[in-house]
């Protein structure tokens, strides 16, 4: 079956503008996460998604960013204002369920950000 | 702090060698998860083995098989028979459920060149 898509692939951007970047998940995967990744740096986790619960936002580094979802399906994460030290790698990833790691994260291909 | 070191930023293996991944971590939770993730230039994350904390015996999937000491902490990954394919950046994780949700904290990361 299809895996997680990301869109766009690559995204270059002037600084000060608002970006929204889109996951969508694995069919029937209720888990969504968000993880940022910097040139040379391992994943930094950002956003988590469970169905209908609240969304863990523990990781957004600023109130620049937000995350939305609809039900168990596509996800927007909105960078308003873009700064330089928003280039990054945003890579969104789904799983069949909460599950304390039990469940495989399925990574998409990401969105290259570029902010100018 | 939940943390996860990776000492050896680059390593390179002659084709058909074993290579030995270094990954040691931090958390004060008793059961979880332990992934190492590969990550060709493609940028798809992949996972390539994973251990469950409670379980003594390492885990192994064909190739790639893990030393798991949980006194120490420790979780390397042995790659057994390189191949040209396995050139990638690895990333050793764990699952954290702190806040009641869960998410993947990553290493930066050891970039892994296989040699013909």
């Known amino acids: 079956g299809a895996g997680v898509s990301q869109s766009p692939s690559n995204k270059v951007t002037e600084k000060g503008k608002d970006v929204e970047l889109r996951c969508d998940p694995i069919s029937g995967h209720t888990a969504l996460y968000w993880y940022r990744q910097r040139l040379g740096q391992g994943l930094e986790f950002l956003i988590y998604f469970q169905g209908n619960s609240a969304p863990d936002k523990s990781g957004l580094p600023s109130d620049r960013f937000s995350a939305e979802r609809t039900g168990e399906s596509v996800s927007t994460l909105t960078i308003q204002r873009t700064q330089q030290e928003d280039s990054a790698v945003y890579l969104c990833a789904s799983s069949l369920a909460y599950g304390r790691g039990a469940y495989e994260q399925y990574f998409g291909p990401g969105t290259r950000l570029t902010v100018t | 702090a939940q943390t996860v070191t990776q000492s050896q930023p680059e390593m390179s293996v002659q084709e058909a060698e074993t290579v030995t991944l270094s990954c040691t971590y931090d958390t004060s939770e008793s059961n979880y998860y332990l992934f190492w993730y590969k990550q060709p230039p493609s940028r798809q994350m992949i996972l390539v083995i994973r251990?469950?904390?409670?379980?003594?015996q390492n885990a192994t999937e064909n190739r790639f098989s893990v030393n798991f000491q949980k006194a120490a902490k420790s979780f390397s990954l042995k790659i057994s028979d390189s191949q040209l394919g396995d050139t990638a950046m690895y990333f050793c994780a764990f699952i954290t459920t702190q806040g009641g949700s869960e998410k993947l904290v990553f290493g930066k990361g050891t970039k892994l060149t296989v040699n013909p």
């Open positions: 251990q469950e904390a409670y379980k003594q």
